[in-house]
């Protein structure tokens, strides 16, 4: 959209409502990013500089907050006292199995229920929406209860499978979306030219592979962050991050230094994935209801 | 090529009719045109003739070959759709190879055809750009580009030139109908535009609602409608329709109006067979079937007040007020009545229409 | 001159005569009665579809066994009193004590209060936001900005603000004391000001979603109606309120609504930073939730009050949809 903005003319009020909005957004700016730079930071303190506060009300000694040597002590820790590699590796195959198995069946199934007409559609679609849209505590209790019976909880499969619950019906929701997009006409050109209808689905696949490609990073970061099913499905054999964060938390002696750098090492991924695929995260994040 | 027989066929869409037990057969190598206003069930009736439209009854044959049941992969014909359907990935080239490709023809065949094809569309240029790079006339002659590459039997063209500027529709008419003539194959042509049917086709068949409403030459359907709906759809500007009575005089049947009183031609009273006798129809005449002049010209003429002016370019539209309805009426841009002046309007009787004025079918 | 022209009389008028006589003589005549009225005599044998079937099959095979069969299995356990060893059938009583359990009332009740103040802040703050970051030339890389709360874990959200709230070392615990709101007690520590805690979590952590799809919400306002109002001499406040708003309502309802489910779905970061303390200040159903089934193993009562949680789901879930459905529909 070139030209979005509809004219507007300076008046006195116009200006003080200007000055009024720039702070509020700078003030906003310090809210949404400070977390970000603590944790950062801290995430290089010793712990006894960690814990360094000035004494209340004593706004000129916020610089004690920049007083620490640098360490990657909790960096190494996570890796050497911990086994942080492991998590990450099983943060990994949960979410990235769970991503891959919901966009390749949902793919399919997507573009089924975008092509075809049958009696019952509206309601098979609710069930598949109302599945993602379930609060995952309750949809946990009899997934629990089954898991245990098959031997899948505290397993990676066990996991995945209990990602694809969300993740599968997201999927098909969203990649309908973008099959209605694709029209139907270069499908049929495509049968007309001798394809197959195999081949005509396989033809359309490029013209929708971005979008593919896109939900596939959103399916990831959506089981990466995930921490009840991990808690309790990936309880013992299946830890990921944040739940290995989370055990960082203990009663006697809060590690807050590796915390911090734990919560470093499992956002800052998520982070730059999400900046990758930015342009598809509103639609996601909205479940395809706003579209950028 | 192959001649085209469309057998009994009915399209349901749920439990709602779009096409009504159509018949028509188009013979082979001829340029068939299906016309109609939209919902009229002509798309209906080329995506059932394509394969993508199931044939809810009836039977379509290709020469002898009942084709109902095959995938459009199999009925070897080439379409061209109306948003032309270009894979937006591929260059103008992988798109015409596209139909060869599928059927898996060698690489030097393919370069052949595609050349060759390119050079009769005149598009040897673009070949390497992708559709998105394209104007509209570019992008719809690659359509093209793509059906004739691979020589099937039948050519289907829906609507292909419907979103190209004025100027460039009446380019492309006179291309697509060489092409055609060219290449000899079946051609069958789904537009809205009367004008595209009269001008391209051998053969028209008219549709509305569904129905067949009228099947012949381009001269046939507008000479010769077979109704009053067909002959206000053909023909821009549309014809002018009065209500009459009729009414026997002695030898001479009379056509007559509050305004007029017009006898009919011998023939014509023939034709009308005393079905409507005494009774009322519905007087059917073109605008250039009319003539406008200051003065009465005879005792025949209409007489009437001019409305308004239209000037066409070369010619010259006069809306007359005849009593309490307008007709309008073609005539020389040097004619020089003015809005609110008295004229006066007579009648080529061999180009007028007398219509049924219950059912509306013609008389003559 | 007595004899005026209609034309200079009233140009509309006569221009609407024009129209209404063109229509006339334009109007496409009867065609003949339809000869055919009849169905034809027989039906062609219908095309199968199986194809598409065979496509959806699998993803329907795995949802069916990862949301329809333990739905049933829910239902089951709800009737039955299962821990951790197996389960005993007792009808409805685990239905019956929910309603002289105080805490699940009281675990909605907190639920409610959660939910609309979370969303009262993100909404007002969201659509705000959206409304100074539209109008920013900066908007690409604001937008940004604000996109990064979103993409942590809610676990590790609910961690790092443990840390900044910590009564003893915690940045925003010292900003609240100095300016005076707080005395020495964590802001968790004390069943007044925990709920905040969290609502302010929540706050930091969604608000952009809402500032998201109200920015989205703001581009797709006609422009040609806020130029013809303005033209009509709305003041741009005007403006705002006669046409903004009523044209961002709709994205609005959808992001409420779905914000307002996800405070049903996620309870990650309530879990790490309060469990629902101090006392049961925060306990919002879920956690209670979370807490019988999965801290006492009584899976048949938490089966029960799951189930009431899916039902005021589905029920928001389909009022969702429906609204859903309409900006899909419009596809500008």
């Known amino acids: 959209m070139a030209s979005r903005d509809v004219v507007s003319y300076d008046t006195p009020l116009s200006r003080a409502l200007k000055v009024l909005a720039g702070l509020f957004l700078a003030l906003y700016l310090v809210w949404t990013l400070l977390p970000f730079f603590v944790m950062f930071v801290s995430s290089f303190k010793d712990l006894l500089e960690a814990f360094k506060l000035p004494a209340v009300g004593d706004w000129a000694g916020i610089t004690v907050f920049f007083e620490f040597t640098p360490t990657f002590k909790h960096y190494t820790s996570l890796f050497t006292e911990n086994s942080f590699g492991t998590y990450i590796l099983n943060s990994l195959i949960a979410a990235g199995g769970s991503a891959v198995i919901s966009v390749i069946f949902g793919s399919l199934a997507a573009y089924s229920l975008s092509r075809v007409d049958f009696r019952g559609k509206q309601d098979l679609f609710f069930w598949i929406i109302s599945t993602r849209m379930a609060p995952v505590v309750a949809v946990m209790v009899p997934l629990y209860a089954i898991f245990r019976s098959l031997d899948l909880v505290g397993t990676l499969p066990g996991l995945i499978l209990a990602y694809t619950t969300f993740n599968l019906p997201f999927a098909i929701w969203i990649l309908k979306g973008f099959f209605d997009n694709v029209p139907f006409a270069i499908e049929e050109a495509q049968m007309v030219d001798g394809s197959t209808r195999f081949q005509a689905f396989r033809s359309i696949l490029p013209l929708v592979a971005p979008g593919i490609g896109a939900f596939v990073v959103l399916c990831i970061l959506f089981a990466w962050n995930d921490f009840l099913f991990a808690a309790i499905i990936g309880s013992g054999g299946a830890k990921t991050l944040p739940v290995a964060t989370r055990e960082l938390v203990q009663p006697q002696n809060i590690q807050w230094g590796s915390i911090m750098a734990a919560g470093v090492v499992t956002t800052a991924p998520m982070m730059l994935l999400g900046l990758v695929i930015r342009k598809y995260l509103v639609t996601g994040l909205t479940m395809g209801a706003v579209k950028e | 090529m192959a001649t085209v027989t469309i057998k009994n066929v009915w399209k349901y869409y749920g439990e709602t009719p779009a096409v009504k037990d159509l018949n028509i057969t188009c013979p082979d190598g001829s340029f068939v045109s299906i016309l109609g206003p939209s919902g009229c069930g002509k798309s209906s009736t080329m995506r059932m003739l394509a394969g993508l439209e199931h044939i809810s009854a009836g039977d379509i044959l290709f020469d002898d070959q009942r084709i109902n049941d095959l995938a459009p992969k199999d009925r070897d014909v080439a379409m061209v759709f109306e948003n032309y359907a270009l894979y937006p990935h591929k260059t103008v080239y992988e798109n015409i190879a596209n139909p060869l490709r599928l059927r898996k023809a060698s690489e030097d065949t393919i370069k052949a055809r595609v050349t060759g094809a390119a050079k009769l569309l005149e598009i040897s240029h673009l070949l390497e750009r992708r559709p998105h790079e394209l104007s509209g006339g570019q992008k719809q002659r690659v359509a093209i580009g793509r059906a004739i590459v691979r020589e099937p039997k039948l050519f289907l063209f829906d609507e292909p030139i419907a979103h190209l500027d004025a100027k460039l529709r009446a380019h492309m008419r006179g291309e697509i109908k060489h092409l055609q003539r060219t290449l000899g194959t079946t051609m069958i042509y789904v537009t809205h535009d009367q004008l595209e049917a009269l001008s391209m086709a051998d053969y028209i068949a008219v549709m509305h609602d569904g129905e067949l409403q009228q099947w012949g030459t381009p001269a046939e359907i507008f000479n010769h409608p077979v109704n009053a709906w067909v002959a206000g759809f053909v023909g821009e500007p549309a014809m002018n329709f009065l209500t009459c009575d009729i009414k026997g005089q002695g030898d001479d049947v009379l056509l007559r109006h509050s305004n007029f009183e017009i006898p009919l031609l011998p023939g014509q009273v023939r034709q009308l067979n005393g079905a409507a006798q005494a009774g009322t129809a519905r007087m059917g005449v073109r605008p250039d079937a009319l003539s406008i002049s200051m003065t009465r010209p005879d005792e025949a003429a209409m007489q009437g007040e001019i409305f308004v002016n239209e000037l066409l370019g070369g010619d010259m539209l006069v809306e007359v007020q005849l009593d309490d309805c307008r007709i309008r009426v073609k005539t020389t841009p040097e004619f020089e009545g003015k809005p609110g002046e008295n004229c006066f309007l007579s009648v080529n009787r061999d180009k007028w229409h007398v219509f049924d004025a219950g059912d509306g079918h013609a008389y003559f | ?332």
Not at chain 3, 186 to 198: D, R, V
């Open chain 3, 1 to 332: 001159m007595t004899d005026v022209s209609p034309i200079s009389a009233n140009p509309r008028a006569v221009a609407a005569q024009i129209f209404r006589a063109r229509a006339h003589s334009a109007e496409v005549e009867a065609r003949p009665q339809s000869e055919i009225t009849n169905r034809p005599r027989s039906f062609n044998p219908p095309m199968p579809k199986r194809y598409y079937y065979y496509l959806m099959a699998p993803a329907i095979a795995i949802l069916a066994f990862i949301s329809l069969y333990p739905f049933f299995w829910l239902i089951v356990m709800s009737l039955q009193d299962v821990d951790i060893g197996g389960g005993e059938w007792v009808g409805f009583k685990n239905y019956v004590k929910l309603f002289s359990d105080g805490r699940f009332l009281d675990g909605w009740w907190l639920l409610a209060q959660y939910s609309v103040m979370c969303l009262g802040l993100q909404v007002g703050l969201g659509v705000l936001l959206a409304v100074v970051v539209n109008s920013s030339k900066y908007e690409k890389y604001l937008v940004t900005a604000l996109l990064m709360p979103m993409m942590m874990a809610p676990a590790v959200a609910g961690l790092l603000w443990l840390f900044l709230y910590n009564g003893t070392f915690g940045w925003y615990h010292w900003i609240l004391q100095s300016v005076g709101i707080l005395d020495n007690a964590s802001i968790l520590a004390s069943a007044n000001t925990a709920m905040y805690a969290i609502v302010l979590v929540d706050v930091w952590q969604w608000t952009p979603l809402i500032t998201i799809i109200a920015l989205a919400g703001l581009k797709r306002v006609p422009r040609d109606q806020l130029e013809a109002n303005m033209v009509d001499g709305a003041s741009p406040l005007r403006n705002f309120f006669a046409i903004t708003m009523p044209n961002l309502y709709p994205v609005l309802l959808i992001a409420v609504l779905l914000r307002f489910m996800d405070n049903f779905r996620f309870i990650d970061s309530v879990l790490v930073l309060t469990g629902g303390g101090p006392g049961s200040a925060t306990k919002i159903l879920p956690v209670y939730l979370f807490e019988v089934a999965f801290k006492f193993f009584k899976l048949g009562r938490g089966a029960a009050i799951a189930l009431t949680l899916l039902i005021v789901t589905i029920i928001l879930g389909k009022l969702l949809v429906r609204v859903f459905e309409k900006p899909q529909n419009e596809k500008g």
